[in-house]
């Protein structure tokens, strides 16, 4: 049974970075493409961005392009997300899943942004 942790989440003010990390145990990531989500208070969970198993291809969600960047270390059955420039209207929890999710969801990690 794999199992997701999520980490690095903070208070944060607007413009600043945070670095998140998605840890998994129990299996490989390694045949898995990738993704973040979020989810805001009294939104739906949404998609942020996408790394595919090989690491080649990597997407974004319209508001978060160019300012954030998702990565992996399959080495450590890992996967990242830099955020920088951030701004009031990124502040959600975020989790980590695989891409179409397969995986149980874990616990998020909190990230907000305000001054």
């Known amino acids: 049974q794999l199992h997701l942790v999520e980490s690095g989440g903070g208070l944060v003010q607007p413009g600043g970075s945070l670095r998140l990390s998605c840890a998994a145990s129990?299996?490989?990531?390694?045949?898995?493409?990738l993704a973040w989500f979020r989810q805001a208070p009294g939104k739906e969970r949404e998609w942020v961005s996408c790394?595919?198993?090989?690491?080649?291809?990597?997407l974004y969600a319209d508001s978060v392009k160019g300012r954030f960047t998702i990565s992996r270390d399959n080495a450590k059955n890992t996967m990242y997300l830099q955020m920088n420039s951030l701004k009031p209207e990124d502040t959600a929890v975020y989790f980590c899943?695989?891409?179409?999710?397969?995986?149980?969801w874990g616990q998020g990690t909190q990230v907000t942004v305000s001054s």
């Open positions: 899943n695989s891409d179409p999710t397969e995986f149980h």
């Open positions: 129990g299996r490989t990531l390694d045949d898995y493409d």
């Open positions: 790394i595919s198993s090989s690491d080649a291809i990597t």
